[in-house]
């Protein structure tokens, strides 16, 4: 199974993904990880644009053709990260389920950004009006929503893990 999460910086994507993958022993790929490891190379001077995520990609894929759930902690902002996601569980012959996670409240999802310590070394925080001028396109599928505003991160984990177990079912 693949778990494609999206949603901006500072809505809980990784707390929740972290917890899951903690409670489901999946595998658990974070672009923050990816993207920062880049930088910190000779490669680093330059552009990502789209590197890290096909990185991602091709390390999820390995993973999935083992056998293993893998969580994909990306914001996927764009159709096309997704659809990349989608298509790429295809040639693993897994099942893949869709989770934007939302912080409806703007003040708390703007104060929750700003309080954020980072634990990956050298990584800059993003500030509000960054995220806030970020694209990020509507999502077209079906898909979970979990709105971290009226959920806690352990009712967000039983959700998913209820997702999974009908999706397995």
Not at 46 to 71: C, K, Q
Not at 103 to 111: F, G, L, P
Not at 135 to 148: G, K, M
Request: proline share 3%; glycine share 10%.
């Amino acid at each position: 199974m693949l778990m494609i999460f999206g949603g901006l910086p500072g809505v809980g994507k990784t707390t929740i993904a972290r917890s899951l993958a903690g409670r489901s022993a999946a595998c658990y790929g974070r672009i923050d990880s990816i993207e920062q490891s880049i930088r910190g190379s000779k490669w680093g001077e330059e552009p990502l644009d789209d590197v890290g995520y096909r990185v991602g990609y091709a390390v999820a894929e390995e993973n999935l053709r083992l056998g293993r759930t893998v969580i994909a902690d990306f914001v996927n902002p764009l159709g096309i990260t997704r659809d990349t996601w989608m298509e790429m569980a295809k040639p693993a012959g897994v099942g893949a389920l869709e989770v934007e996670i939302v912080c409806s409240d703007a003040n708390e999802h703007r104060k929750r950004l700003e309080l954020r310590a980072t634990d990956i070394s050298g990584l800059r925080p993003l500030g509000w009006q960054e995220v806030m001028a970020r694209e990020y396109q509507a999502w077209e599928r079906e898909h979970v929503v979990i709105d971290t505003s009226r959920c806690s991160v352990d009712e967000s984990v039983q959700l998913l893990l209820a997702a999974l177990g009908s999706y397995n079912a």
